[in-house]
């Protein structure tokens, strides 16, 4: 009996057991004991030879080498140190990542009797489901308990926090509801560890079933469900509750110091457009056949490592597109599995407006969506969901704007939800943390421009917007959102009050979970802001569309302006005024280290056929015209790329014609 009760405390070291055998210890720490750390070297030291450490998405793991035919491995009697028994309580922590498996099933861990090359325990991940494995003492056959439905090869990381006690297990999933299952018997209570050794990612010396993932985190904690140490937190995904220091270090940032600790892999990327470069993101690589470059993804900005510097030739004309009526504006986006796509708000109900994919190098039509004189598109993501939504602004008893997700099952975008607006003319899509919001530019109320812009915040358990926070706007005709550092930024362009477009425009900053007021910028007639940085600056171009006087005609030949941050005063001050007619959106673009503005002049006063400018960047000159280009009601511009070239398409808003030129370059 006193051997029974010795045991006892040795496996369980509950505070009541001790109260009884005070001399006795467990067989190891009751704390978190990481698996990984005791296979990688220090920080600063270099990895073994059959690892590599990857970057990917924001995060460092490491990956077995295919080829290597050394296992990872560490004696059980390094963390056992009191005694040979595994504990009878205890939680296994696991963060990885995967997009596919090269085996049936792959081992994330196992603890193997090394003479005669048992598996005593294992923790294993196929397509679908997690099993543990358990070979009790004298037995047979080992034991298997599956917890199905878990799909952890979307590419994502994940972290697994498995918990056993006697016959119970539960798995949580970045921390997410707790699965339990029951096993026919209780996890064996004295499953001795003399002569084993831990296997990290492997069956010992096995490539079968080898993990061909990223492992980032593997913590044994006896005693205790390691679930409530992690959850909740911010990032469940990457929860941590021990990650060794050569795994936890961040990629170097602009500027920064140099680099410390082993060199490290990047995930790379191959396609023409640029993809999402933000928190989770940083230090991915990015190959672009059309800019024929490597890039590498820092500080929210894809900067070049490698790359053949281009030049802007000459602007060549592409394809005319001829849309169901006049387009105010189009949303250049691409769609995972399926290409770039093109959305065009179009004037007329019916057919609506336009959704195209581009194929064979030219716009092809693909779908129409019935909307109600569409003023704009705008594209965003929340987790693998692809939205869109327009900015409805025809005058009806209730104007509604409509969301659409993208149906991968049909292929085709369906309604998701509708949102009251009132003559919306834009929105706008950012992300700040963890939350995603919605904010659209409500332009008038029956005849009162003076009224309130709506920005809706995402929730993620009715899976629907939800109204956050109102902004007085007078005529809102563009919202353009952008970050510096740490913070964050939205400025709307305030067109007309209903006495004067000589009416300020506002910028806002994101202070304890709010837009408050941070600078007024006069402007006239104020239609868009584009936002863009060069060479760390940052940099606000609004397009003034009008001026309205007292008596005589309105001017519509009057200067845009291009406003610079200033960090001593902490405010956009004017850096170049450039002349434009009825100027209605600016944008940004790059060709090798060349950056551009090209501005949509859209009427002088008499005539809508006018040449649209493309200025390019000389530094100390500010912005100097490069190339005029012939253009009819321009109303927007979008710059694009793809396997064929650099583009640039424009839309008219009095003509069904928009039109697509080629970037050519040298």
């Known amino acids: ?113 090394e003479a005669a090359d048992r598996l005593l ?20 056959r080992r034991s298997r308990l599956s917890f199905r439905d878990v799909r952890l090869a979307d590419g994502g990381w994940h972290t697994l926090t498995l918990a056993v006690s006697g016959p119970h297990a539960t798995l949580t999933v970045d921390c997410g509801i707790a699965v339990e299952t029951v096993a026919a018997a209780a996890f064996p209570g004295a499953l001795s560890t003399r002569g ?31 679930s409530r140490r992690l959850c909740p937190t911010s990032d469940p995904e990457l929860a941590e509750l021990s990650v060794p220091g050569v795994l936890a270090s961040t990629p170097p940032q602009p500027g920064g110091g140099p680099v410390t600790g082993p060199a490290y892999e990047a995930e790379l990327r191959v396609g023409p457009a640029p993809p999402p470069c933000s928190g989770t993101q940083q230090g991915q690589l990015w190959f672009s056949p059309e800019r024929r470059g490597l890039f590498i993804c820092t500080a929210n900005t894809w900067i070049p490592l490698l790359q053949n510097q281009q030049r802007l030739d000459y602007v060549e004309d592409y394809q005319d597109v001829y849309t169901s009526s006049e387009t105010f504006d189009v949303e250049v986006f691409p769609v995972p599995s399926e290409g770039l796509f093109m959305a065009t708000a179009n004037r007329d109900s019916r057919p609506g407006s336009g959704i195209y994919r581009w194929r064979a190098g030219r716009f092809e039509l693909y779908q129409n969506i019935s909307t109600q004189e569409a003023r704009a598109w705008k594209h965003f993501t929340i987790d693998d969901k692809l939205f869109l939504v327009v900015a409805n602004s025809r005058e009806s008893e209730r104007e509604l704007s409509v969301i659409y997700l993208w149906s991968v ?41 003076n009224i309130h812009s709506v920005i809706y915040r995402w929730n993620p358990h009715t899976q629907l917007f939800e109204v956050n926070q109102t902004l007085a706007t007078s005529g809102a005709y563009d919202w353009e959102f952008f970050s510096v550092g740490p913070y964050h930024f939205l400025v709307v362009a305030n067109t007309f009050d209903g006495l004067s477009t000589s009416i300020s425009s506002t910028v806002y900053v994101w202070v304890d979970g709010c837009f ?18 060069i060479d760390g600056r940052y940099f606000l171009a609004v397009a003034n569309s009008q001026k309205v006087v007292d008596r ?23 850096f170049q005024d450039i002349p434009t007619h009825s100027a209605v959106d600016w944008e940004f673009f790059t060709v090798g280290e060349q950056k551009f503005l090209v501005v949509a002049n859209s009427h002088d006063g008499s005539s809508y056929s006018l040449n649209s400018v493309i200025y390019r960047w000389q530094g100390y000159e500010g912005f100097v015209p490069v190339h005029s280009l012939p253009t009819f009601g321009c109303r927007d511009w979008e710059h694009f790329s793809t396997d064929e070239g650099a583009f640039l398409i424009y839309s008219s808003a009095t003509s069904r014609l928009s039109k697509v030129f080629k970037l050519k370059t040298y």
């Open 409 to 449: 099952r049909r292929r085709r975008f369906v309604r998701y939800q509708t949102l009251e607006t009132h003559a919306a003319l834009d929105w706008e899509a950012f992300r700040i943390l963890n939350d995603s919001f919605l904010v659209v530019a409500n332009h008038r109320r029956d005849s009162n421009h």
């Open 516 to 533: 408050q007021r941070f600078q007024d910028i006069p402007t006239e007639g104020a239609t868009d802001w584009e936002m863009f940085q």
């Open 552 to 574: 005589g005609p309105s001017l519509y030949s009057i200067n845009s302006t291009v406003y610079e941050l200033n960090r001593l005063t902490q405010s956009f001050i004017r």
């Open 121 to 140: 325990l294992g923790l294993r991940v196929s397509e679908d489901r997690l099993d543990f494995l358990v070979t009790p003492p004298g037995a047979g």
């Open 196 to 226: 084993c050794s831990f296997f990290i990612g492997s069956r010992r010396k096995r490539r079968r079933g080898r993990f061909s993932g990223l492992l980032r985190q593997l913590v044994l904690l006896p005693g205790s469900d390691a």
């Open 1 to 113: 009996m006193a051997g029974g009760v010795l045991l006892l405390c040795l496996l369980l070291g509950h505070t009541h057991t001790y109260t009884h055998c005070h001399t006795w210890r467990p067989c190891t720490d009751l704390l978190p004991l990481d698996l990984l750390a005791r296979v990688l070297p220090r920080p600063g030291q270099a990895p073994p030879t059959q690892v590599r450490i990857v970057q990917s998405r924001g995060s460092r793991g490491l990956r077995l080498a295919g080829a290597s035919t050394t296992a990872l491995s560490f004696p059980a009697s390094q963390i056992f140190t009191n005694c040979d028994f595994f504990p009878e309580e205890f939680s296994l922590v696991a963060t990885v990542k995967t997009s596919g498996l090269s085996a049936r099933s792959e081992y994330i861990l196992s603890l193997v009797e």
